[in-house]
């Protein structure tokens, strides 16, 4: 079963607006990591968070991490129409293993 | 550097044939991972190498089955496909662990068993 699972499944948006997806977990983790899948193709590491940060950026990305209630968040900024992809997160409690959510799928609309 | 090249990009097999998939890590990477990815079942882990030993195993059957060479090269093989081992077959490969570090994952192999 998977340990993490993002909401909302699907997001449609205009150019320009912020989008943000959820992740929820179920047991304590080490870290916390954001990937992007484009089409079916490979997943591209976005940020990874440690369970004790509370908040990190990479440009026009913020993801947040709330362990008490074991959720994260990921924010895109102004976003583009190649942010168009499907955005996981994935958990890790054992060090050898990473464990996706269902995935949050964004269209950006031009 | 070049990334994680995983070969063959596409695959068509019969029921009852087994499969071999090859992984080449970044230059210098340890620690290889392997997924299945499908509609159904999202994101699956299926197994983790290290200097040639398996760390860790999803919850496959022994069908799937995986080795790292000396060169960090990964290989999965499935046997006695099935139709629902069609699925998107993707490799990672970070320095050390891929939990607790960055994994870069490879474009993937897309097996479709008829």
């Known amino acids: 079963s998977q340990q993490g699972e993002e909401d909302p499944q699907a997001l449609s948006i205009q150019e320009g607006e912020n989008a943000t997806m959820n992740c929820s977990y179920k047991?304590?983790?080490?870290?916390l990591q954001w990937y992007r899948q484009n089409s079916g193709r490979g997943l591209v590491h976005l940020i990874l968070?440690?369970?004790?940060?509370r908040e990190k950026h990479s440009g026009r990305l913020r993801v947040t991490l709330d362990t008490s209630k074991k959720s994260s968040s990921l924010l895109i900024t102004a976003s583009r129409a190649a942010d168009t992809a499907s955005y996981f997160c994935?958990?890790?409690?054992?060090?050898?293993?990473?464990?996706f959510g269902a995935g949050t799928t964004v269209t950006v609309r031009a | 550097k070049a990334g994680v090249t995983q070969t063959p990009r596409y695959l068509i097999k019969t029921r009852g044939q087994q499969v071999t998939l090859s992984c080449s890590p970044i230059?210098?990477?340890?620690?290889v991972s392997w997924y299945q990815q499908t509609p159904g079942q999202g994101l699956q882990f299926l197994f983790e190498?290290?200097?040639?030993?398996?760390?860790n195993k999803g919850n496959f059957p022994g069908r799937f089955s995986g080795r790292q060479f000396s060169n960090s090269r990964s290989e999965m093989n499935v046997s006695t496909l099935e139709l629902g081992d069609s699925a998107l077959y993707l490799c990672?490969?970070?320095?050390?662990?891929?939990?607790?570090?960055?994994?870069?994952f490879g474009q993937g192999t897309r097996l479709t068993v008829v």
């Open positions: 190498y290290f200097s040639e030993t398996q760390r």
């Open positions: 990672a490969s970070s320095l050390l662990a891929s939990g607790g570090t960055e994994a870069f």
């Open positions: 968070i440690r369970s004790n940060e």
């Open positions: 994935a958990t890790d409690y054992n060090d050898y293993k990473l464990s």
């Open positions: 047991t304590s983790i080490n870290n």
């Open positions: 230059s210098g990477h340890r620690s």
